[in-house]
């Protein structure tokens, strides 16, 4: 399985961006996808998860409300659309594949499968 991030930039606090993350390879091997983000001098953090099989979400609470995890099939890929971005979103930001929802959320130990990363800078 190859995930293949793309998206990330500069953009003012308040401001959107839109990540995409492309998966191809062996596409029955991972039930759901899922973002991560680490910023600087600090660990990597789950940030968001879909299953792939259906709409079931899961966010950490410091972008409810903000970001939106979706995905198309057909493409095989996955979005988190980023509204009302805050300085403390700056981070690289990575995709993820696991086996179930609760591996993708479950943290850095239990995802299956990485993508490179992309940088997103919040400026204030």
């Known amino acids: 399985v190859q995930l293949q991030a793309s998206g990330g930039g500069l953009v003012q606090a308040g401001g959107s961006l839109r990540l995409s993350c492309a998966v191809s390879g062996r596409t029955f091997a991972y039930y759901a996808m899922g973002w991560f983000r680490q910023a600087p001098g600090k660990e990597r953090e789950f940030v968001a998860a879909i299953k792939w099989g259906g709409d079931t979400t899961r966010y950490t609470d410091s972008v409810k409300g903000r970001f939106t995890i979706s995905k198309n099939n057909a493409e095989n890929t996955v979005y988190l659309q980023m509204n009302s971005l805050k300085p403390e979103d700056t981070a690289v930001y990575y995709c993820?594949?696991?086996?179930?929802?609760?591996?993708?959320?479950?943290?850095?130990?239990?995802?299956?499968?990485w993508g490179q990363g992309t940088l997103v800078t919040v400026s204030s």
């Open positions: 993820a594949a696991g086996t179930s929802l609760g591996a993708v959320q479950g943290g850095v130990y239990t995802v299956a499968y």
